[in-house]
């Protein structure tokens, strides 16, 4: 992904979710300021459309989910939720929402390009898009309003640093879906953070007990290997089981993303820490910046994306996050 700088004055999101769900009551039946050439509609006739690249039943994405809908019941409007791991019928599904005239489009873009044609031709439907997740060097270039996520090769980084501080110099770097660009800037932001001392090993999310026995294997062939990073929540209790099966206990795990499984892998030690990027957020966020743009015009973000992540969870944090992860906001 293109840097875009470290975006320090970028927006917090939970203080912008609490301003505009201010400004939204405010501004319910008021005409549009900005010049964006759409009629202000009443919130409670609004429909918006997720359109996710993953498929139904992740935990990760079931967060986000629960952040649209979360959002649809807060400001009366009404949020669909689809989803496909191919890229293809991914851009389908984009195709069905404008059809079906929705009034605004939240995609999550892992692969860009098979989603381009679809995403203008929404844009060119007077759609307006939000782009969330993976994606974000492409988002402006696409005609998003803004997106809502973090910055995948820094947030890598990120991960590399604190590996680095844990004494980690060689390590691999799990991607769960080949093609997914989010995955690969991860992995680039580690490498660099570890001076190139970074291996890719590719996996299928879809095949979690095949993933287990290919992470084993490599750590049985591999002795020099001293950390993995995987980059899903699935996919760190598969190395957990891994690095039991491979008998490699002095092996460091970090991942990204968070569920109950790997809470407490964290808490038993297992697990070194999480880089979180707030799904809850990048599901509810979206609704309310594409209500307030449908009914006064307001657009967010200033050409810059909304930062959701990374933060990180540790030993520090991590039964303050518990709770809110059972409650599926985390």
Known sequence: MAHRGRLQGALGAAAVAGLLLALAACNKEHPPTAAVGEASKPASTLTFALVSHANAGDKYWDVVKNG?????????????????????????????????KVDGLIVSMANPEALRASIQKAIQAGIPVITIDSGVEKSTELGALTHVGQMEKIAGHAAGERLVKKGIKRVVCVIHEAGNVGLEERCAGAKEALNGQVENLQVSISDLASATSTMAAK????????????????????????????????????????????????????????????????????????????????TVGGGQPILTGPGFIDQSNVEQVRKFALQGVR
């Open 219 to 298: 750590l049985q062939s591999d002795p020099s290997v001293e950390g993995m990073l995987t980059l899903n929540n699935a996919l760190a209790t598969a190395a957990v089981n891994a690095v039991v099966r491979a008998n490699r206990p002095t092996v460091a795990l970090a991942t990204f993303d968070v569920d109950g499984n790997v809470l407490a892998s964290i808490e038993g030690g297992k697990i070194l820490f999480a880089i979180d990027q707030q799904p809850f957020l990048q599901g509810y966020l979206p609704v309310v910046f594409l209500k307030l743009y449908r009914t006064n015009g307001a």
């Open 68 to 100: 649209e809908e979360q959002a649809g019941s807060d400001l009366g409007v009404k949020v669909t939720y689809h989803g496909s791991g191919n890229p293809q019928k991914q851009a389908q599904l984009i195709d069905l929402a404008i059809s079906q």
